[in-house]
Nanobody
Framework: EVQLVESGGGLVQTGGSLRLSCAAS????????IGWFRQAPGKKREGIIC????????FYKDSAKGRFTISSDNAKNTVYLQMNSLNSEDTAVYYC????????????????????????WGQGTQVTVSS
């Protein structure tokens, strides 16, 4: 069964750090596009940083530049999101999503901009930044 499971969210103070994990099963992991999305109350879900496990390319939004990094561990079938210098604007539910790198022509950028072509989403993990 196709499954994505996020973990690592929680409460952190302004300026702090968190590392989120997305464990994938039911996929050919080496061929995946995997991305991180977030949704705050009253706002649309947006892609923030995405990676292609096929060629290693990374796409990120301006809001993540210089603060967030994404990495992939194929031995554990897990993608990580390291978040530093967190502020109140980062408070949201964070989701991971997946698509096929071999059949998506635009790669990581397309995943972050358009979302997955199938309904491959995790359940989400809450990140709350307090001040």
């Amino acid at each position: 069964e196709v499954q994505l499971v996020e973990s690592g969210g929680g409460l952190v103070q302004t300026g702090g750090s968190l590392r989120l994990s997305c464990a994938a099963s039911g996929f050919a992991f080496d061929d995946l596009l995997i991305g991180w999305f977030r949704q705050a109350p009253g706002k649309k879900r947006e892609g923030i940083i995405c990676i292609s496990n096929l060629d290693g390319s990374i796409f990120y939004k301006d809001s993540a530049k210089g603060r967030f990094t994404i990495s992939s561990d194929n031995a554990k079938n897990t993608v990580y999101l390291q978040m530093n210098s967190l502020n109140s604007e980062d408070t949201a539910v964070y989701y991971c999503a997946a698509d096929s790198a071999r059949t998506s022509p635009a790669g990581a950028a397309a995943l972050c901009d358009l979302g997955p072509r199938r309904n491959y989403w995790g359940q989400g993990t809450q990140v709350t930044v307090s001040s």
